[in-house]
């Protein structure tokens, strides 16, 4: 019988910086959430193909402070392992104390308060050999584009230190020696790091050694996997890969990369995609010829597909799908499940989607290039300040909003871009009392915006995929590494709203 094939990548949209471990004939994997709350979104699976995700690691403020976080900032690229019956989370919360562990008996949590380790650098990431635990991270280097790898056997209870720490390897020479994981594979310690920077010239590359403090050689086939030079490849920027050991023997790895449109722009952000992996005779790593593929022969494991998730969210839980997340960690009076059973209510706060704090908004990531989402908003705004509706969210200062807001002593709808911090009305319709409903459709180059009163559809506007990109914003600002993310808002622009924005449902669904 011929072997099923899958499609890469395996979680689609915004879900960087891949790490997995087996428990059995179970996988487990986390990804990087940067600002968004709570932290650490974990999947299961039983066939690496299907994932069904189980909550987030990081559940509460004492595990994730992300007040202050700029975007882009927060979580950097988790490790998860498993050992002696406990699952250990490795990350590093940028700009809010470093890198820290967490602990669970089960990957549903709860997980403990964090373990803090050493404040210097980022992408941790733990070996466990017999009873060492040895802590490998990504270290201050020559100058700060060159990194080094340095690493310390730790105190797996305490966090502290048991040996000194020391650079183990420094890479090829490439800029930005990273995302490293240390293995124990038969009679080597085999290091496994990304260089190049997460964009177009990642790379993986590999080195080993008997002991694992080194000194460690790098392999004669580095890089082992890159598309740096292979432009018109339809998956680029691979890196920060993770590998895992089948029972049969058998191995696999997962990793970030990107999916390009129209030129270099891409705007889902780093995806996680799946190959094979295996050793050649000298016991280097192979991964699959040098390049990835848009599609491989499943893993020799049962299918194990999961239900769909259902496309609509009444709001009807007591909690929050999985799926959803805050803008850093959420004000409790900003929203709530509760006050009006069956409805999301937002009351917009004085912050708005460009303030570097928590916002009144409940986002989830765009997963397709061909998508739509819908929502139907019962909101009544009297105040010229109070506002609320879908924003299409990529970072502050870069956003689509489609708005409901008073303006002008009247109910209005109103389509708003902005970019580089500066906020642009695109198209505006007077709104008839009682709920509307607003869609935002997505195709690979452009978001087209909806409305619906009264049975009768008006469509405001259609905006670009590539102003959203990692690339255009990079160009313009800061370093941008997030995918985009959509979903209800509400903001008071300066002033907390008195009216509540009631959001009865939301369809997310993916074309």
């Not at 941790?124 to 990194?147: I, V």
């Not at 895992?244 to 999916?259: F, P, Q």
């Not at 985009?484 to 300066?494: I, N, W």
Request: glycine share 10%; net charge positive.
């Amino acid at each position: 019988m011929r072997a099923q094939i899958f499609q890469n990548p395996i979680l689609p949209g915004f879900h960087p910086d891949p790490s997995l471990c087996r428990v059995g004939g179970d996988f487990y994997l986390v990804t990087s959430s940067f600002e968004y709350f709570p932290g650490v979104p974990i999947f299961h699976s039983r066939d690496l193909v299907h994932w069904r995700q189980l909550g987030h690691v990081l559940t509460r403020k004492s595990q994730l402070d992300l007040v202050n976080a700029p975007a882009s900032c927060g979580i950097f690229a988790p490790t998860l392992r498993y050992h002696n019956g406990r699952f250990y989370m490795v990350t590093t919360n940028v700009g809010g104390g470093g890198n820290f562990f967490v602990t669970a008996r089960r990957p549903e949590g709860p997980w403990s308060d964090p373990i803090r380790v050493d404040p210097e650098g980022i992408d941790p990431s733990l070996l466990f050999d017999e009873d060492r635990a040895y802590f490998t991270h990504c270290g201050k280097g020559k100058d700060f584009a060159h990194p080094h790898i340095k690493q310390a056997e730790i105190d797996i209870t305490t966090g502290k230190y048991k040996t000194k720490k020391r650079a183990i390897w420094k890479g090829t020479g490439g800029m930005w020696a990273e995302g490293p994981h240390l293995y124990k594979f038969g009679e080597w310690y085999t290091l496994v790091i990304a260089e190049g920077g997460t964009s177009y010239d990642h790379s993986i590359v590999v080195a080993r050694s008997k002991k694992p403090f080194g000194p460690f050689v790098g392999c004669p086939h580095n890089p082992i996997l890159t598309h740096r030079d292979r432009p018109k490849l339809p998956i680029q920027a691979l890196g920060h890969t993770d590998f895992v050991e089948l029972e049969s023997g058998e191995y696999w790895a997962v990793m970030l990369g990107i999916r390009p449109k129209f030129g270099k722009f891409h705007h889902l952000g780093r995806e996680t995609f799946l190959c094979p992996v295996h050793f050649d005779s000298k016991g280097w790593p192979v991964i699959t010829g040098g390049t990835l593929q848009p599609s491989y022969p499943c893993p020799a494991l049962p299918p194990h597909p999961f239900a769909p998730a259902p496309k609509r969210d009444d709001f009807d839980a007591l909690s929050l799908r999985c799926e959803w997340q805050f803008i850093r960690n959420p004000v409790e009076r900003d929203w709530s499940l509760k006050t009006r059973p069956g409805f999301l209510r937002l009351l917009g706060s004085a912050a708005t989607l460009d303030d570097v704090t928590a916002q009144s908004a409940v986002v989830r990531r765009q997963q397709h290039f061909n998508c739509v989402c819908r929502a139907k908003l019962d909101f009544d705004p009297k105040l010229e300040h109070e506002e609320a509706g879908i924003t299409v969210r990529a970072r502050e200062g870069f956003h689509y909003d489609l708005a409901l807001r008073h303006a002008e002593g009247e109910r209005r709808l109103e389509l708003f871009s902005t970019l580089e911090g500066k906020r642009r009305s695109i198209a505006s319709l007077k709104a008839a009392r009682g709920p509307v409903q607003l869609e935002v459709e997505a195709d690979a180059r452009n978001y087209t915006f909806t409305v619906v009163i009264r049975g009768r559809r008006h469509t405001l506007g259609r905006l670009p995929t590539r102003a959203l990109s990692c690339e255009s914003i990079s160009k313009r600002g800061p370093m941008h590494f997030t995918g985009v993310m959509l979903g209800p808002y509400a903001t008071g622009h300066g002033t907390r709203s008195r009216t509540p924005a009631d959001f009865d449902w939301f369809d997310y669904e993916g074309r």
